[in-house]
């Protein structure tokens, strides 16, 4: 059997030697949340502080504090153009400003835009070690980052141990990279955090609805991970998501979910990132039962729908009386972005016995702030839009606007509000004439 020691040895390098492949001008996609390389970003930085590298285009989506430290940092914004397609807490305030652009996008087109609209010069992330048949695995981060590492110029890896090893299609063999740097530090961790009541109170309400044999896909935060937590008593449940989440592994380690129902990839927990906890990358790492595909296949509305009872839960910030629901833009400036929201919210209720849902909060600021709104502030963004929106979910209830008239709608959705926004809204829906 051939051994591919020999050329693994030949690639490796520092990162300072690997970076000079990145030239004045390049685009530069870097891995995504937890496959951000911090060794090659950094030596990227120290290039760029030192003067002799400039005018780089750098993409990304999920930032996190090492790309805000090091490639994003402010004081080189003279020196980097940064592109967000999707913004987080690390550049938030710098999209705000304008020293990032934010790229409006449907995360499953991401890859074709990399495909056939982009001229991509260099691709750096983190992959799993090497096996001996010569292949990494893109590990946490699959999405658009496996597209990009074969539709650049140059593919710039970093080894790290503790890059889970992850099945589907995830491998990258070491004839396609150009160069190798080691580093061995841990992944960056985002446990999903304590769950206020409410989150709960919103679980319980969407598992009621939810069948036996239902594929799930759940987004970030805390209500989803509520989700799964109240799907503890259910029966053969598969997976087919965006973002693998951290109840997710109980919901697999219980038996709740085995995947024998799922009309696609049956008996595979399917994925295209995460983000989480070292427990979440060692139970994916080598499971033969976790598969990882790249975005334009787990988030493709086509995609989605061949999964029978597909179930998908995801959040909004708020939801005016029409049913628009806006998940991306707060107080002037763009928060986050739509990634799969809506992807799923159309591949879910495509689904043969599908569902969608949209949770939010009934209120934020100690009660001080309606989450429904009459209508979205001029410049907010619609994420959903009210044709596409399903079922609508707080604390206070669950309703389901298919098939309903504007009053229906507007209704339903003041139901969902908190009590004492309730009359406001009333008269506001009067004022609007759709009472």
């Excluded at 044999?213 to 997976?239: M, R, W």
């Excluded at 080598?286 to 598969?291: L, Q, T």
Aim: proline share 6%; hydrophobic share 40%.
């Amino acid at each position: 059997m051939k051994s591919y020691d020999s050329l693994y040895r030949k690639k490796l390098t520092t990162p300072a030697r690997a970076v000079k492949q990145i030239r004045n001008g390049d685009t530069v996609i870097h891995g995504m949340a937890a496959a951000e390389p911090p060794a090659l970003l950094g030596a990227m930085a120290d290039r760029l502080r030192a003067g002799n590298l400039k005018g780089i285009k750098i993409y990304s989506l999920f930032a996190t504090p090492c790309v805000a430290k090091t490639v994003l940092a402010p004081d080189l914004a003279d020196c980097v153009e940064a592109y967000a397609w999707f913004v987080s807490a690390a550049n938030r305030n710098m999209v705000k400003v304008g020293l990032d652009y934010f790229v409006p996008n449907y995360f499953h087109q991401i890859p074709k835009i990399c495909r056939e609209y982009m001229n991509i010069d260099c691709t750096v992330t983190t992959v799993s070690p090497m096996d001996k048949f010569g292949y990494f695995s893109f590990g946490t981060a699959n999405d658009f980052t496996s597209t990009a590492a074969r539709h650049c110029r140059r593919l710039l890896v970093e080894v790290n141990r503790h890059m889970p090893r992850v099945f589907g299609e995830s491998l990258l063999h070491v004839s396609e990279v150009d160069a190798i740097v080691e580093n061995h530090v841990p992944l960056l961790e985002i446990p999903p955090g304590e769950a206020p009541p409410e989150a709960d109170m919103i679980g319980r309400l969407i598992a009621a609805l939810v069948p036996d044999g239902a594929t799930i896909q759940l987004g970030i935060g805390a209500i989803p991970n509520a989700v799964a937590h109240c799907l503890a008593g259910h029966k053969d449940l598969g997976i087919h998501t965006e973002l693998f989440v951290p109840g997710m592994v109980d919901l697999i380690e219980s038996g709740v979910v085995t995947g024998r129902k799922k009309t696609l990839h049956p008996m595979k927990h399917v994925f295209t990132f995460t983000i989480a906890t070292r427990e979440v990358y060692e139970f994916i790492n080598d499971n033969p039962s976790i598969e990882t595909y790249p975005v334009s296949h787990t988030n493709d509305p086509a995609v989605i729908a061949q999964n029978e009872n597909m179930i998908s839960v995801n959040s909004v910030l708020e939801v005016d009386l029409l049913g628009q629901a806006n998940a991306e833009y707060l107080e002037g400036a763009q928060y986050s972005g739509t990634g799969g929201q809506l992807d799923y919210v159309r591949g879910a209720f495509n689904s043969k016995g599908g569902k969608s849902f949209l949770t939010f909060y009934s209120s934020a600021k100690h009660q001080t702030v309606s989450r429904v709104v009459p209508r979205l502030k001029s410049g907010a963004v619609v994420t959903t839009p009210r044709m596409d929106v399903h079922y609508l979910v707080t604390e206070h209830g669950l309703v389901n606007l298919k098939g309903k008239s504007t009053k229906e709608r507007a209704l339903d959705i003041i139901s969902l509000a908190h009590p004492k926004f309730r009359d406001d809204l009333l008269k506001e829906a009067e004022d609007m004439y759709l009472l």
